[in-house]
């Protein structure tokens, strides 16, 4: 028994010895020259329209470390004065020392980090450096960025909806390349959005759903016409004609379908809250328009489906004066988006096109122009 207890403290006396050289001959690294970045202006004013063009160009000196290290560099920015605490940051080959970034990334960028569109924007950046779990950074430079309203249609997941409906409503018929879309706005693999169907007798209104704008991984109907999806599963038959809101959840093969044919009503209108005025569907720039109705300054108006108050347009949360020929976003109450029950207006009485763009369930968009 004496000899086995020698045997174990031996045991530990040893482990005890490795475990302590390992200590000694882990290095701990530290920097010995800190990097230095600069930028080659101060002030960008972001554009959709260069997207892949180079906005800004960054350059650095490296940092220098007390051990060799292979560091990964990123140059991080956030708003001024924040301290980099909600931050977001652009990687560069780490044998790199100078870098562009386009305008759509850099545009990306300040979206992370909180910038508000069409707006000059006081923002820090720096040179991070890490070595393993350590960062290491460099001097802090100021810029003052503008950055653009990214649209919506790039931004945002989307799923097709390829069907017979789609050639009569300004797309191409069964093209997933070339039909309306649904949008996720939570990025969460649910998607919803609209489809006008002109004529639902026979196969003339159906559709399905497709991904990736082709028809591999296409969903339809499992034969129990109860919302369920599979692949390659049925086409699925609308029961009249009319604007369809659908929803599809895409992870858990389910959708709906819900009927919404819209119109204006409000006492800014002439039929007051009696009635509605409709919207017509136009092919041609896939929107929903009222040509010509006269709008009074001294009332409200607020837009509605199938003459009832379940689904409705509105502004996010106040009442909202709209200026003529300029397109506004729109909020649609059955996503939960709109905050109380507010109206529309208009600051001049007269005649005036409505017009609904229910394209992108991410920013419908309402513009209402003076005749």
Same mark, same amino acid.
């Given at each position: 028994?004496?000899?086995?207890?020698?045997?174990?403290?031996?045991?530990?006396?040893?482990?005890?010895?490795?475990?302590?050289?390992?200590?000694?001959?882990?290095?701990?690294?530290?920097?010995?020259?800190?990097?230095?970045? /600069?930028?080659?202006?101060?002030?960008?004013?972001?554009?959709?329209?260069?997207?892949?063009?180079?906005?800004?160009?960054?350059?650095?000196?490296?940092?220098?470390?007390?051990?060799?290290?292979?560091?990964?560099?990123?140059?991080?920015?956030?708003?001024?004065?924040?301290?980099?605490?909600?931050?977001?940051?652009?990687?560069?080959?780490?044998?790199?020392?100078?870098?562009?970034?386009?305008?759509?990334?850099?545009?990306?960028?300040?979206?992370?980090?909180?910038?508000?569109?069409?707006?000059?924007?006081?923002?820090?950046?720096?040179?991070?450096?890490?070595?393993?779990?350590?960062?290491?950074? /460099?001097?802090?430079?100021?810029?003052?960025?503008?950055?653009?309203? !990214?649209? !919506?249609?790039?931004?945002? !997941?989307?799923?097709?909806?390829?069907?017979?409906?789609?050639?009569?409503?300004?797309?191409?018929?069964?093209?997933?390349?070339?039909?309306?879309?649904?949008?996720?706005?939570?990025?969460?693999?649910?998607?919803?959005?609209?489809?006008?169907?002109?004529?639902?007798?026979?196969?003339?209104?159906?559709?399905?759903?497709?991904?990736?704008?082709?028809?591999?991984?296409?969903?339809?109907?499992?034969?129990?016409?109860?919302?369920?999806?599979?692949?390659?599963?049925?086409?699925?038959?609308?029961?009249?004609?009319?604007?369809?809101?659908?929803?599809?959840?895409?992870?858990?093969?389910?959708? /709906?379908?819900?009927?919404?044919?819209?119109?204006?009503?409000?006492?800014?209108?002439?039929?007051?809250?009696?009635?509605?005025?409709?919207?017509?569907?136009?092919?041609?720039?896939?929107?929903?328009?009222?040509?010509?109705?006269?709008?009074?300054?001294?009332?409200?108006?607020?837009?509605?489906?199938?003459?009832?108050?379940?689904?409705?347009?509105?502004?996010?949360?106040?009442?909202?004066?709209?200026?003529?020929?300029?397109?506004?976003?729109?909020?649609?109450?059955?996503?939960?988006?709109?905050?109380?029950? !507010?109206?529309?207006?208009?600051?001049?009485?007269?005649?005036?096109?409505?017009?609904?763009?229910?394209?992108?369930?991410?920013?419908?968009?309402?513009?209402?122009?003076?005749?």
């Amino acid at each position: 028994m004496k000899n086995i207890f020698k045997i174990w403290i031996a045991l530990f006396v040893g482990v005890l010895a490795v475990s302590c050289d390992k200590d000694e001959d882990r290095a701990v690294i530290s920097e010995t020259t800190a990097a230095k970045v /600069s930028a080659d202006k101060n002030a960008v004013v972001l554009d959709e329209l260069k997207g892949s063009e180079t906005a800004i160009t960054f350059a650095w000196t490296k940092a220098g470390f007390n051990i060799a290290s292979v560091p990964a560099q990123q140059i991080e920015f956030a708003i001024k004065g924040t301290g980099f605490k909600n931050s977001t940051v652009f990687n560069f080959d780490k044998d790199a020392v100078t870098g562009g970034i386009t305008h759509s990334v850099l545009n990306s960028l300040m979206f992370n980090i909180g910038a508000v569109a069409n707006t000059a924007t006081d923002v820090e950046a720096r040179l991070k450096t890490l070595v393993g779990t350590a960062a290491f950074y /460099s001097n802090v430079i100021d810029l003052k960025i503008t950055p653009f309203t !990214p649209n !919506p249609d790039i931004i945002y !997941p989307k799923i097709n909806v390829p069907g017979a409906y789609a050639g009569a409503a300004g797309y191409a018929s069964w093209a997933p390349g070339n039909t309306a879309n649904l949008f996720s706005p939570e990025k969460d693999d649910k998607y919803r959005g609209f489809i006008w169907i002109s004529n639902a007798t026979g196969d003339n209104g159906k559709y399905k759903f497709t991904i990736n704008q082709d028809w591999p991984g296409n969903k339809g109907d499992d034969g129990t016409k109860t919302g369920k999806l599979v692949l390659d599963g049925s086409d699925i038959a609308p029961a009249t004609i009319g604007t369809y809101y659908l929803k599809v959840d895409w992870a858990a093969n389910t959708y /709906s379908s819900v009927l919404a044919n819209f119109g204006v009503i409000g006492d800014a209108t002439p039929t007051g809250w009696g009635s509605d005025t409709d919207f017509v569907y136009n092919p041609a720039t896939k929107t929903y328009v009222i040509s010509s109705i006269i709008l009074s300054n001294s009332g409200v108006f607020k837009f509605r489906a199938n003459d009832d108050w379940v689904l409705k347009f509105q502004p996010k949360k106040d009442e909202q004066t709209l200026a003529s020929g300029k397109a506004v976003q729109s909020y649609f109450s059955a996503e939960g988006t709109v905050d109380g029950d !507010p109206n529309y207006k208009v600051s001049e009485s007269g005649n005036y096109k409505i017009e609904l763009d229910l394209h992108n369930s991410a920013y419908y968009k309402l513009t209402v122009t003076k005749l």
